[in-house]
Nanobody
Framework: QVQLVESGGGLVQPGGSLRLSCELL????????MGWYRQAPGKQREFVAK????????DYADSVKGRFTISRDSAKNTVYLQMNSLSPEDTAVYYC????????????????WGQGTQVTVSS
C-alpha cells in the first residue's frame, strides 16, 4: 500500500516562512514526479509546484514563483516545499501528490494524494 506522509504545516505570520515535507512510503516501481497542490476554503484545489524525480525540471504556479521552492531527495522518495514571504492568500490545506508506476507496465501509472496539511498565514 502506498502512502504519502506530509509534515510541516502550521500557523505563521505574514512575511514568514514554512517548510513542508512529504515522503512516499510503500512499494513503487518508479516515481515520475511529486509535488504540491492546495485548497483554500470555498475554492477548488489548485496546482502549486511539482518536481520530476529523475530530471532537474520543476514547475511552479505563477502565484508562488519567486517565493516557493520545491526540492527533492530521490533516494528517500521525499519532496520538500520551502515557502517564503507568505501572505494570507497562501492560507490553505496543502496536499502532496505523486505520479508513479507500480510496475514496468505503462498502464500501471497511478496518482497518489496525501491527507493534507493546514497552512495558516495570519497575524
Amino acid at each position: 500500500q502506498v502512502q504519502l506522509v506530509e509534515s510541516g504545516g502550521g500557523l505563521v505570520q505574514p512575511g514568514g516562512s514554512l517548510r513542508l515535507s512529504c515522503e512516499l512510503l510503500g512499494n513503487i516501481f518508479n516515481i515520475v514526479a511529486m509535488g504540491w497542490y492546495r485548497q483554500a476554503p470555498g475554492k477548488q484545489r489548485e496546482f502549486v509546484a511539482k518536481t520530476f524525480m529523475r530530471t532537474p525540471n520543476r514547475d511552479y504556479a505563477d502565484s508562488v514563483k519567486g517565493r516557493f521552492t520545491i526540492s527533492r531527495d530521490s533516494a528517500k522518495n521525499t519532496v520538500y516545499l520551502q515557502m517564503n514571504s507568505l501572505s494570507p492568500e497562501d492560507t490553505a490545506v496543502y496536499y502532496c501528490w505523486a505520479a508513479a508506476y507500480v510496475s514496468e507496465a505503462a498502464s500501471s501509472r497511478r496518482d497518489y494524494w496525501g491527507q493534507g496539511t493546514q497552512v495558516t498565514v495570519s497575524s
